[in-house]
């Protein structure tokens, strides 16, 4: 009888655990992963896109913009930075850091600050706008900000 008890017990766990990989499998969690469209808010968008340029994949930070609908300054800023994550192969992000501000959730400020080995440290703020696409949250327009325009911006 003991055993029996036992033997109910193993398999149920291991039903349960068969239940489990059948309806989330490994390979749903990496497609959901390398996808651009599962951002779930604009901030973690923001941070896919910053990862994105830190680690050279201009192609997949590219999907997180909505291109058509950037100003020609946004577009410029947005060249520049690829242009730095290209010339200098050391440069690497150090820190993002999102700024507390009075700005509703799809506009925000990001402090970023670069770090090479060979070059100076860099550091900048940015004015990020999103909005929400049916593929998921976009970078719709990225400002840099300067000391001047900020007391006016915000």
């Known amino acids: 009888m003991r055993h029996s008890r036992y033997l109910w017990f193993l398999m149920i ?3 349960c655990l068969v239940v489990m990989i059948a309806w989330k499998t490994p390979q749903a969690v990496v497609s959901a992963m390398a ?3 599962f951002a ?3 901030r973690v968008a923001v941070q896919r896109f910053w990862n994105c340029l830190d680690n050279r994949q201009l192609e997949l930070a590219d999907q ?3 291109s058509r609908e950037m100003t020609p300054l946004g577009k410029h800023e947005v060249e520049s930075l690829k242009d730095l994550v290209k010339k200098n192969p050391f440069i690497s992000m150090k820190k993002l850091e999102f700024l507390n501000s009075s700005s509703p959730q ?3 400020m990001i402090s970023i600050s670069w770090d090479s080995p060979l070059h100076e440290k860099l550091s900048s703020t ?3 706008e999103t909005r929400s696409t049916p593929e998921g949250w976009k970078i719709s327009q990225i400002t840099k900000i300067t000391s001047q325009s900020l007391a006016v911006k915000f």
Do not use: G
Request: glycine letters at 0%.
């Open 13 to 15: 766990i291991m039903s």
């Open 64 to 66: 997180f913009l909505l």
């Open 40 to 42: 779930d808010s604009p």
């Open 126 to 128: 940015y004015a990020i």
């Open 35 to 37: 996808q651009p469209q």
């Open 106 to 108: 799809d506009n925000m």
